[in-house]
């Protein structure tokens, strides 16, 4: 496996104030001012795992991949040109914003922008939340997991990941969102950290360029006081607060400034690269989220 994590995600906003302020007091992150009026959110030692940057929409930009620990950048990069896939160089200041020694660009078969990045040097200081937050998990897991949209070339993108980077398959799951519509593939990859999916891909569209992404804390009972600090500010609840099947996580989920979801969970399993065996999931979750609440 060639990817470590997912190491960070990056939002574009036409508001960084509602970043700022999104962060601080519902998801309980600490935040910093970067470069070009960007918005740094802290969750752990490293500088930032989510940027917003200053932009004309607000939506998703970007995944941030980190290469596994003695993985051949110039290897990699070659296996994605031999894929046919266009990569772009970066830009000093583009690797100074992300702190990291390289990075290249590119998109999908399905038009999703990824960073491929190596050598994190940026800061490492505690995580200390603004309002009492105990930690999140992250660490060679790394930020968490995204969810991004394939309603085209889902098998072609879903082959890039899986040939190139060795992602490795957790779980399929055929969604049917009514009785008479056609099946949705979602299907959960993990990288070499060993979460269960640090990407999944869904054969669906998403106008914001993110199905969702997902944090982990380290409590349930961070989970239920970040509930509670939704409703406190009047974010949107996108999914009742239930427990996942795949990967166990129980969570809820809710609308962020970029105008894609946030999933807020606790107890997600880890499992191993080397021996997991791909399993079939039948439902989204053992118990609650209810997802017709974004809809209302």
């Known amino acids: 496996m060639k990817i470590q994590a997912l190491a960070y995600v990056l939002a574009e906003t036409t508001d960084i104030g509602k970043w700022r302020h999104y962060a601080e007091q519902v998801l309980g992150m600490s935040t910093a001012e970067a470069a ?60 100074a914003l992300r702190q990291v020694a390289r990075m290249v660009k590119f998109t999908d078969p399905s038009g999703n922008a990824h960073e491929l990045v190596q050598g994190y040097t940026g800061s490492s200081t505690p995580f200390v939340s603004p309002i009492g937050v105990a930690g999140f998990k992250t660490g060679a897991q790394g930020m968490g997991h995204t969810v991004l949209p394939a309603a085209q070339n889902f098998d072609a993108t879903e082959k890039l990941f899986r040939e190139v980077f060795g992602f490795g398959m957790s779980d399929r799951f055929n ?103 791909t399993t079939e999931t039948q439902r989204v979750s053992i118990w609650g989220h209810d997802f017709s609440v974004g809809f209302q």
């Open 36 to 95: 070009g009026g960007a918005l740094y959110l802290k969750m752990d030692e490293r500088a930032f795992r989510i940027a917003a940057i200053p932009g004309g929409a607000d939506r998703y930009l970007a995944s941030g991949w980190e290469l596994a620990p003695g993985v051949d950048f110039d290897g990699t990069v070659a296996a994605l040109k031999a894929a046919g896939v266009e990569v772009g160089d970066s830009s000093e200041a583009e690797r």
């Open 175 to 277: 969604f049917k969102p009514g009785p008479d519509a056609p099946n949705i593939r979602i299907h959960f990859m993990h990288a070499a950290s060993g979460r269960h999916h640090s990407l999944a891909l869904a054969e669906m569209p998403a106008p914001t360029g993110c199905v969702h992404i997902m944090v982990e804390v380290e409590s349930m009972t961070d989970v239920g006081l970040a509930h509670d600090r939704r409703v406190q500010h009047g974010v949107k609840l996108m999914a009742t607060l239930g427990e996942h099947e795949n990967d166990r996580m129980t969570s809820f989920y809710m609308l962020t400034p970029g105008n894609f979801a946030l999933e807020y969970g606790w107890g997600g399993i880890t499992v191993d690269p080397q021996s997991w065996q």
